[in-house]
């Protein structure tokens, strides 16, 4: 006997005046721009924080869905997708686009006045440091 399915939960989606809005609110804050991607193209936020520049696109305007990060006590874990239809490519519009060149080229300028040198395989979406967003952040020691 098979216990008895959840009732599935009805999604609820923003119109473009909320979308507006929340853009408009996060507009000269770090979230910005993962909320533009998210509602651009839809991926979930465990796809968001696990995309990697080598899954962007930028010249032919996409990005591919090859994991996810989920946050397993306190730690970041890389995972496949959710199903195999979320293994998926995605058409970013031209600001997204605009927008994640922008933030690429800030993000190289930021890692080589650090000195870390260019990350062609790091997180789009990341601490200054290159670690995954979404999970507690614990500053080094002065003794490291």
């Keep these: 006997m098979r216990p008895p399915r959840p009732p599935q939960r009805e999604i609820k989606t923003l ?6 809005g929340v853009l408009k609110a996060a507009r000269h804050t ?8 998210g509602v651009t193209t839809g991926i979930r936020r465990s796809e968001l924080l696990g995309l990697r520049w080598s ?24 995972k496949s997708p959710k199903t195999k239809t979320s293994r998926r490519t995605i ?13 690429k080229a800030r993000l190289a300028e930021h890692r080589l006045a650090i000195g870390l040198g ?14 995954p967003l ?5 500053r080094p020691s002065a003794s490291s």
């Design 15 to 20: 119109s473009k005046d909320e979308i507006g």
């Design 118 to 131: 260019c990350d062609p395989e790091g997180l789009v979406f990341a601490r200054p440091d290159g670690s």
């Design 91 to 103: 058409t970013l519009p031209a600001a997204c686009v605009a927008a994640l060149r922008e933030h």
């Design 55 to 78: 899954d962007v696109d930028l010249e032919a305007g996409y990005l591919t869905i090859n994991q996810a990060l989920e946050r397993i006590k306190g730690q970041a874990k890389f």
């Design 134 to 138: 979404g999970i507690p952040y614990r």
């Design 30 to 37: 770090d979230l910005h721009l993962p909320i533009l991607v």
